[in-house]
Each structure stands twice: as C-alpha cells, then as structure tokens.
C-alpha cells in the first residue's frame, strides 16, 4: 500500500482567493520560550487550502459538513489528466471515463500554484455547461487542482450553484502533481461543525 498527500500545506505560503482570509498560526506556548509544552492558534477560513464545499455553500437549505453523507469524502476515487488551455468544457470530459457515483478528481498542471503565495487569476476552472455534464452523469464528487471549480471574477458561481445544487460535493486546491492517472482509495473528511460550508481537509489518495 502507497499512500499519496494530496494536500496543500497551510502556511502563509498558500494563495487565498480572497487576501483578507489568509491562514493566521501563532504559538501562545512555546518550550524554546521557556513554557512547559508547546501550543499553536490557527485561524482560517472554512476555504483555506485543499477543502471542500458543501451544498450549504450556496444553499441555505443544503446539506453541511455534519448531514452531507461521507462516502462524497471516502472511497474509490479516479484521478484523470486533462490538457487545457482555457475552462474547461463538456468537450473536455466526454472522452472520459466518468460514470454515475464516481468520485474524479482532475489534474489540470495548476498544482504548482498551490504553495506560491501569489493569487493566479487566470487559473482552470470549469464551464457551467461542464457542470452540466457532470449533473447529468451523475457524479458523487468533482475535485481540481486549484482554488475554486468556477472562473475567477464570475460572481453568479454557475458551476457551483449547478454541482452542489445537484448534490454533488466539491474538492478544491488539489495537489496531483506527482499522482498518476488511475484508480485510487480518497480520503478527505471535512471537519464535523454546523451549518458548515466548507472545511479544508487532509486529503490522501490510497493506492493498492
């Protein structure tokens, strides 16, 4: 068994989507300072790294981080390269193997941009017409490789609104850099609070 960190590391080194919302750690208790043990304070947005969102995101009716059902989190997963140079279409997708309940997770080459610091505006997000063809597969969860599955800039979220309006989860800020195309277990538990809409995650690909 192999197991692959899929996650981006949370430090200041992170881009955010939103600058205001920057992961803070401090240390209250230090030894190297002379206390007995060592402490850290962490205060980030529910969107912070490799996360993910919940239907609640932009449903106030939809499901959170404690009623979203786990298997969208846990299990069989299929990571899948795509070579694009603009959104990514329905076109893109139609010559993969996605079927209904799968869990894809697609590598676009932006995983580099998750530990510059700097925010990339023109970063691969998907096309509403995209989410559409994933609704109608049937998907359990969609995941990418950088912040956010919608372009930057694009304030009606379509490819948002599409996906978690349909049930599907999402998994953002992915790190698929040194991953194969393949089969794999995921495992990316959000944090258990209510009316969450979003937690980062410690995201790992198992592989067999």
Do not use: W
């Not at 200041?12 to 206390?35: F, Q, T, V």
């Not at 969208?72 to 997708?93: C, E, N, Q, R, W």
């Amino acid at each position: 068994m192999k197991i692959h960190d899929i996650t981006a590391t949370i430090s200041n080194a992170l881009p955010s989507y939103a600058n205001g919302l920057r992961p803070i750690i401090s240390h209250p208790a230090k030894i190297l300072s002379g206390d007995a043990y060592n402490i850290s304070k962490i205060s980030f947005s529910s969107h912070t790294g490799t996360h993910v969102d919940t239907p609640f995101h932009f449903a106030s009716d939809g499901t959170d981080c404690v009623t979203t059902p786990l298997d969208h989190f846990y299990g069989p997963a299929k990571v899948m390269s795509i070579d694009v140079s603009m959104h990514i279409t329905h076109l893109d997708l139609e010559g993969l193997d996605i079927n209904a309940g799968d869990i894809i997770l697609l590598n676009t080459n932006q995983s580099k941009f998750m530990s510059c610091g700097e925010f990339k505006e023109d970063y691969y997000a998907l096309t509403q017409e995209a989410a559409k063809y994933l609704v109608s597969k049937k998907i359990k969860t969609i995941g990418i490789d950088y912040l956010s599955i919608d372009p930057y800039g694009d304030e009606c979220f379509l490819a948002h609104k599409t996906l978690l309006g349909s049930g599907i989860a999402v998994l953002e800020g992915l790190v698929l850099d040194d991953v194969c195309d393949g089969e794999y277990i995921l495992s990316a538990l959000p944090l258990k609070y209510t009316n969450g809409d979003g937690s980062p995650v410690r995201a790992i690909l198992i592989e067999n």
